[in-house]
């Protein structure tokens, strides 16, 4: 008797054991990056339907936040609008490029203007430039739309335009959704957002006569881009289904899910 007994309680410990892992294993979270939203659902998708019972979650919560939450182990994989800082590798991070992203000068549809220099986005935001008239516009105050402190997508336009801690902006927001709608819906409205995200309410600006595509993008004739990237612990060792998603997201075989989410697959 009390050997059945010892051979059920093991019997019932192996099976709990088992149920456990298989949970934490059928799991992939990944935390950050609201522009990559695109691309990792479309990525997700793909692996979920080649993957029967594993679930791939997406937490939009903004670049420095997923890169955050990988450091204190809240997710798998971080997501991350631009390179990681010097610092941040230092803590023990490690960054892969999934895509490349161009980052899309955008105003109200009625806007006239359908070009700008890299100089004049510069002044634009800087407050140098005030007024729609003076770059071709109608006569009207330009209103400046960006990011909140933290976002890739702003860190990666003022690091490209130069304008770290002099932008003038009237709103800082926290998701690109939220300014696409801002723009489209103020005619004297400017902002920035990815490429991957815009839809046909905002108008895509060109700029210094290049305007943003896959192919602009990848042979680096357009200006403002920034690579979408995945942020992992280093010298850790990811869940066996995390692994499994991380090396199919980085295989040449995703390259066209990558495109027709509006990303640049990394050649």
Request: hydrophobic content about 35%; aromatic content about 4%; proline content about 3%.
């Amino acid at each position: 008797m009390k050997k059945f007994i010892s051979l059920t309680l093991v019997a019932l410990i192996a099976l709990v054991a088992f149920s456990g892992c298989g949970s934490k294993g059928g799991t992939v979270s990944t935390d950050g990056s609201t522009s990559m939203e695109n691309v990792i659902g479309a990525l997700k998708e793909a692996f979920e339907k080649e993957n029967s019972g594993v679930t791939v979650t997406y937490n939009p919560t903004g670049s420095g936040t997923g890169i955050t939450a990988v450091l204190e182990g809240r997710c798998d994989i971080g997501l991350s609008s631009r390179s990681l800082k010097e610092e941040e590798k230092a803590e023990g991070l490690t960054e892969t490029t999934l895509a490349l992203d161009g980052i899309a000068i955008i105003v109200n549809p009625s806007n006239p203007v359908s070009d700008l220099s890299l100089e004049n986005i510069a002044k634009i935001y800087k407050g140098e430039i005030t007024n729609w008239k003076d770059v071709g516009g109608n006569d009207g105050e330009i209103v400046l739309i960006g990011r909140e402190a933290g976002s890739g997508t702003r860190d990666g336009f003022e690091s490209i335009t130069d304008t770290e801690d002099e932008c003038k902006y009237r709103q800082e927001l926290t998701s690109t959704g939220d300014v696409i709608t801002t723009v489209s819906g103020n005619p004297n409205a400017i902002g920035y957002a990815s490429l991957a995200s815009v839809k046909d309410t905002v108008k895509v600006l060109s700029v210094d006569g290049v305007s943003p595509s896959e192919a602009t993008v990848q042979d680096g004739s357009y200006k403002v881009q920034r690579p979408f990237v995945l942020v992992t612990k280093t010298g850790a060792e990811l869940s066996e289904t995390a692994q499994s998603f991380m090396d199919y997201i980085t295989s040449s075989e995703v390259s066209d899910i990558i495109s027709a989410a509006g990303a640049v697959p990394v050649k």
